[in-house]
């Protein structure tokens, strides 16, 4: 089930936020490598998650840590974004097609 729940989580954050693997990886600072987030993504990461990988998956993904480590069923920490609120990204386009 956790597996699921974190698949799930990071296959929503990367179409929410319209980024492929590589691009959530350098929003983490490459903490987390591209092919682990696309692992996880596509269900194939056979490891347990470690703090650490859900310390960087949540800064890859721009969600509390407390998302992530609920989804793999670590014990929850106190994390100061925890009433941050993540949804879709809008992107406003020009009539041109260029984003604005």
């Known amino acids: 089930m956790a597996d699921e729940d974190l698949q799930r989580l990071v296959q929503r954050r990367l179409l929410e936020l319209g980024v492929s693997a590589e691009q959530a990886s350098r929003r983490a600072s490459w903490a987390v490598a591209p092919?682990?987030?696309?692992?996880?993504?596509?269900?194939?990461?056979?490891?347990?998650?470690?703090e650490r990988l859900a310390q960087a998956l949540a800064r890859a993904l721009d969600v509390?840590?407390?998302?992530?480590r609920r989804a793999v069923g670590l014990p929850l920490v106190a994390?100061?974004?925890?009433?941050?609120?993540?949804?879709?990204?809008?992107?406003?386009?020009?009539?041109?097609?260029?984003?604005?």
């Open 35 to 50: 092919e682990t987030i696309a692992r996880i993504a596509h269900g194939r990461h056979p490891r347990l998650v470690s």
């Open 64 to 68: 509390p840590e407390n998302r992530v």
């Open 79 to 100: 994390d100061d974004r925890a009433d941050v609120h993540t949804r879709p990204h809008l992107r406003i386009v020009r009539d041109d097609g260029r984003p604005a």
